[in-house]
C-alpha cells in the first residue's frame, strides 16, 4: 500500500499565482518506521529486561497498541514471512500479543494465534500455552522488539516441546544487540521489518 501525502511546505508556486502540492509517495514500511519513531522511541539510559543498559528504549507496546501502527504491523509482517509455510502464529506474552493479533487480522489467508505464558496457570486447564492448538502445526515464533532473543527462544523452546515445528522467527524491531545471532545458532531463521536505522537509531 502507498500513503500519499500533501506537504504545503514543499509545494511550488502553481499557474496563476496559485499553490500546487507536491506528492510525497510514503511505503507501509516507511509509515511504521514513523509511526514507532514517534511514538515508541524514548531517550535517556535506561535498562532493559536484558539486564543490557542503552541510552534508549523502545517502548514498541505504543505502537503494536496503536490502531494504525497495528494494522501496519500485521501486513508487514505477513510481508516479511509470506514465503514461510505456518499455520499459527504467536509468542511469549506480553510483547508478542498484539503483534500475533495484528498478523491473524491482516488481510490475507487465515492464520491462527496462541499466546505462551511466562508460567503455567496453576488452576483450570494449567495450560502453558493458550489459544489455538500448536501440536502439529508449523507455527512463526514472534516478538515485538528483540534484544538477545531470550523472550523467543522461551517461546520457541515451549511450543516445540508442545509438538510444533517453528519455521522461524520474526520480529518488528531488531536492536541488533545479539538476537539474530542467538536464535539462528538455534537452526531458526530470523528476520526483522525495522533496525535501529529506520528508527534514527544507528
Known amino acids: 500500500m502507498i500513503t500519499m501525502n500533501w506537504n504545503p511546505h514543499l509545494a511550488g508556486d502553481g499557474i496563476c499565482g496559485g499553490r500546487f502540492a507536491t506528492l510525497s509517495i510514503m511505503s507501509d514500511r516507511d509509515e511504521l518506521a514513523e509511526l514507532v519513531r514517534r511514538l515508541s522511541v524514548v531517550h535517556g539510559r535506561v535498562t532493559l529486561s536484558s539486564g543490557k543498559e542503552a541510552d534508549y528504549y523502545v517502548d514498541l507496546r505504543r505502537a503494536t497498541l496503536h490502531h494504525r501502527a497495528s494494522a501496519l504491523i500485521g501486513v508487514l509482517m505477513r ?6 509455510d505456518y499455520a499459527v502464529v504467536g509468542g511469549l506474552t506480553l510483547g508478542a500479543d498484539p503483534v500475533a493479533t495484528a498478523i491473524m487480522h491482516a488481510p490475507g489467508r487465515p492464520i491462527d494465534a496462541f499466546v505462551v505464558r511466562k508460567s503455567a496457570k496453576a488452576h483450570g486447564l494449567q495450560r502453558l500455552i493458550e489459544g489455538s492448538e500448536v501440536s502439529g502445526q ?15 527462544l522461551t517461546a520457541v523452546h515451549a511450543v516445540q516441546d508442545a509438538g510444533a515445528e517453528v519455521v522461524g522467527v520474526a ?17 531458526l531463521l530470523y528476520r526483522s521489518v525495522l533496525g535501529l536505522a529506520d528508527l534514527g537509531l544507528g
Open 79 to 84: 510481508e516479511l514471512t509470506a514465503d514461510w
Open 138 to 152: 508449523r507455527v512463526l515464533v514472534v516478538e515485538d522488539t528483540s534484544t538477545t532473543g531470550g523472550s523467543a
Open 171 to 187: 520480529t518488528v524491531v531488531d536492536r541488533a544487540t545479539g538476537a539474530a545471532e542467538a536464535i539462528q545458532a538455534e537452526g
